[in-house]
């Protein structure tokens, strides 16, 4: 059984080095596209994610890597100990509003999520936790979050759903207290943490929702596929984030369409 307490000195001690980086220095050399013209690659998000991969090679050589950008083994099982690296999610609000981007680490073992942490760079804060030890920010615990109903909940529905699916998703925005988008996963996983919001939908990729997930399981946040298949950590999926009753009362709504 993996060492919860080394893991979090560990991935706080690469992820405070990334922080201090990018909070100091947030430029890049250049942007490259990916799968689309919106879907963008900076130099940066390469030598990040190379610094954290080969930090946890280091620590943890026994240990399997899924990153974005491909630096890691890019596992087909969640066998063992695995890490989820996302250098800076929100690439698009890095390179064009220069805020609003993250850096996350995943930690799973055997398939189920251990531990995790968020850096909100511009900020300068850190979310970290996991269901053996509690969420905290910089120190500071986060206590589990109030089971509101989807009435009451700001919520976020990701811009590829809204552009592409608006007509499913009106009925739910107008049911509940408001809709908000940040470009990143892991900025609004910071407001999930700390009820700023209640409700997140959208299209996540493994490195996209490990952390989150880890670190919201001990405040009542839960992860749940919108077709009703098993989650599965290996592939991208459709999800709804939140709390019980706000995602109960989004799954059906949307059942409804």
């Known amino acids: 059984m993996a060492d919860v307490l080394d893991i979090q000195k560990q991935i706080l001690t690469i992820l405070n080095q ?42 943890y050589p026994q240990a399997q890597i899924i990153s974005e950008e491909g630096l890691g083994n890019n596992p087909v099982n969640l066998a063992g100990l695995v890490f989820f690296v ?19 680490i995943g930690v799973y073992e055997d398939g189920k999520p251990i531990f995790g942490a968020i850096v909100d760079v511009m900020q300068n804060q850190i979310y970290y936790g996991g269901p053996q030890i509690g969420a905290f920010v910089d120190g500071k615990k986060l206590m589990p979050l109030a089971d509101v109903p989807l009435a009451e909940a700001l919520i976020t529905v990701s811009n590829y759903l809204l552009q592409n699916e608006m007509p499913k998703y009106q009925n739910l925005v107008r049911q509940s207290s408001g809709l908000r988008i940040f470009g990143s996963a892991g900025i609004v996983f910071t407001r999930l943490l700390t009820g700023k919001e209640y409700l997140y939908i959208g299209k996540f990729k493994p490195w996209d929702l490990a952390a989150g997930r880890a670190i919201g399981q001990c ?26 009753c706000a995602t109960q009362q989004a799954l059906d709504v949307l059942s409804r369409v």
Do not use: W
Not at 26 to 37: C, E, G, L, S
Not at 90 to 104: E, I, L, P, R, Y
């Open 18 to 59: 990334i922080k201090t980086q990018l909070y100091s220095n947030p430029n890049f050399a250049y942007v490259n596209t990916k799968t689309n013209r919106n879907d963008l690659v900076t130099d940066r998000d390469l030598q990040i994610e190379k610094e954290i991969v080969t930090f946890l090679r280091d620590k």
């Open 86 to 104: 996302d250098p800076i999610d929100g690439t698009m609000n890095f390179v064009k509003c220069h805020d609003q981007f993250a850096s996350m």
């Open 219 to 244: 405040l009542g946040i839960e992860v749940t596929t919108i077709d009703s298949k098993p989650l599965n950590m290996i592939k991208s999926q459709l999800v709804i984030v939140g709390t019980r």
